[in-house]
């Protein structure tokens, strides 16, 4: 069965510096996406970045990127220039196989600091 | 504007008694899915359905009956077998069920009382 771990279960950064959040993930399918999920104090979920795992190419969206190690079923996501608005619960996630639902990690709390 | 609803968003039971919580979404998609969050656990899925009159079991699904009548609908009842059901509920949706995104309602906070 497929699994997503996300071993940060809280991370802090200062405002305007960068930060990393880590996910790694088990899984035999070779065709799946990957995403993460950000969700501030309101509780709606925000899909903040997709990868697809034929791309080789790492996703990018504005200051949110991601480092997709294939090989090393690593996932993590770089927030640059981190502003107090990041601050929220991040969930990675995955879907893919004939498991087809999104599978998610416990969350990694993100606290930004002025 | 397109999206996902759920109502109500707050929701408050007494030991014994069933309660349904609702999820509309105006996307036309699909899939549908039923989310139990509590803190530290990340997201537990429940129900969900790839299409109408039809749906299946997820991983936490004892004490919990659905019903996908109208592709636009798919209600969550919470029954008195659910032993623990206070938490935050999540009903989201995707165009198909593999290799997509889903997009999430605002979530309905059941506490029994």
């Known amino acids: 069965a497929q699994t997503v771990t996300q071993s940060q279960p809280e991370m802090s950064v200062q405002e305007a510096e960068t930060v990393t959040l880590s996910c790694t993930y088990d899984t035999s399918e070779s065709d799946y996406y990957l995403f993460w999920y950000k969700q501030p104090p309101s509780r709606q979920m925000i899909l903040v970045i997709r990868?697809?795992?034929?791309?080789?190419q790492n996703a990018t969206e504005n200051r949110f990127s991601v480092n997709f190690q294939k090989a090393a079923k690593s996932f993590s996501l770089k927030i640059s220039d981190s502003q107090l608005g990041d601050a929220a619960m991040y969930f990675c996630a995955y879907n893919g196989g004939s498991q087809g639902n999104l599978i998610f990690g416990k969350g990694t709390k993100l606290s930004v600091k002025p | 504007d397109g999206g996902i609803t759920q109502s109500p968003k707050y929701l408050f039971r007494k030991e014994g008694q069933n309660v349904t919580l609702s999820c509309e979404q105006n996307?036309?998609?699909?899939?549908m899915y039923w989310y139990r969050q509590d803190p530290g656990q990340g997201l537990r899925l429940i129900y969900y359905s790839q299409i109408v009159n039809d749906f299946q079991k997820g991983d936490i699904a004892e004490g919990y009956s659905v019903s996908r009548e109208k592709k636009e609908s798919f209600p969550l009842t919470v029954t008195s077998a659910q032993k623990n059901p206070t938490a935050f509920y999540l009903c989201?949706?995707?165009?198909?069920?593999?290799?997509?995104?889903?997009?999430f309602g605002q979530g309905t906070r059941l506490t029994v009382v």
């Open positions: 990868q697809e795992a034929y791309k080789q």
């Open positions: 996307l036309n998609h699909d899939a």
């Open positions: 989201a949706s995707s165009i198909q069920q593999w290799n997509t995104e889903a997009f």
